[in-house]
């Protein structure tokens, strides 16, 4: 597993790494074996790095991680956490009290003093472009709270606002072969000012896992039912903000695309991790299988496998089916 260095930290993370939104909650149940299980066949196939959130089944997610880390001693993996999203995302929300409170249960469920990364949790605009933000941060660290922190955004202007701040250590954005606007003007921002960038959502939702069609449903309980449009929170985070239909025609497009041998989910992730600026994709695992899956993509950067007529399809597609309704608004 290729490691990369997460920006001025003095820490190394792999390139594909473990995203742990579905070990809590929104993708249907995932019970507890089921995700030690996960983290066990991530961390055996050289994943460095677990992204959670304290919102995440309430903290089950954090508290998972916490009791693997603990039997794990000398792991070697940063744990990326996130806060803000317990409450409503309304600017007053985000203020030192709160951000020390939200660090404090963290720390809890995780099992540490130090927490290795924190990041703000698609917060607004405001909060984002405020310097009592980046001030209240500054004191977690020097306090010993947190090691380092970053800015998760649903747009690029957020990306871009974020960047400019001088010790963000990275930026969580949405970017795969359906969201490629980052690919314009944040990944450049992000390299030059020496911040990392986490890619997350890059399987959009599973779109891009090659194995739904126009009929495959959800349980009632995983998000991609119940916030298609939006109705719980930014559609832009459902499928990547794709109309369903229209993904799975993407998707099969690109798959005609693939080098021979090579799987719609390997490939997305390899040609992700290639983009210059990436430090490492984070896509979810429901199942050990898809864990080793996802990890085992990471070969295809050190072996040479020629993905230039994937690249193509990827712009190709994006151009023709869906940078009109997707470029404009993230």
């Not at 603990?70 to 956490?81: F, S």
């Not at 969201?179 to 003007?185: A, I, S, T, V």
């Amino acid at each position: 597993m290729q490691q990369r260095s997460l920006a001025s930290t003095s820490r190394s993370v792999s390139a594909i790494g473990l995203g742990t939104w579905q070990l809590g909650a929104d993708w249907g149940e995932v019970d507890d074996g089921q995700a030690l299980a996960v983290l066990e066949a991530s961390a055996d196939a050289g994943v460095t790095l677990f992204d959670t959130a304290d919102v995440y089944g309430d903290g089950r997610s954090e508290t998972t991680i916490g009791r693997f880390l603990a039997g794990r001693p000398g792991h070697g993996i940063t744990v990326a956490t996130k806060m803000g999203r317990r409450e409503a995302q309304v600017p007053e929300n985000y203020n030192r009290e709160n951000f020390r409170a939200w660090t404090e249960r963290s720390r809890r469920n995780l099992g540490v003093d130090t927490l290795d990364l924190v990041q703000l949790h698609c917060p607004p605009s405001a909060v984002i472009e405020s310097d009592d933000t980046y001030d209240a941060l500054d004191e977690l660290v020097q306090d010993g709270a947190i090691a380092a922190y970053g800015v998760s955004v649903e747009t690029a202007a957020q990306a871009l606002a974020a960047i400019a701040r001088p010790n963000v250590t990275n930026i969580q954005i949405i970017l795969n072969p359906f969201r490629l606007k980052p690919l314009d003007e944040v990944l450049p921002a992000a390299r030059a000012a020496g911040v990392a960038i986490f890619a997350r959502v890059p399987l959009a939702s599973g779109l891009l896992s090659g194995r739904y069609t126009e009929h495959t449903e959800f349980a009632a309980n995983d998000h991609r039912s119940y916030n298609r449009n939006g109705e719980a929170f930014d559609r832009g985070e459902t499928f990547s903000g794709v109309d369903f239909e229209t993904g799975v025609k993407a998707a099969r497009r690109l798959a005609a695309a693939l080098p021979e041998g090579i799987t719609l989910p390997a490939a997305t992730l390899a040609w992700i991790a290639r983009r210059p600026g990436v430090t490492s994709v984070i896509p979810g695992a429901r199942t050990t299988e898809q864990a080793r899956a996802n990890a085992a993509a990471a070969a295809l950067l050190d072996d040479g496998t020629d993905l230039t007529g994937f690249s193509d399809a990827v712009a190709e597609v994006y151009d023709e089916l869906l940078r009109a309704d997707i470029h404009p608004h993230w």
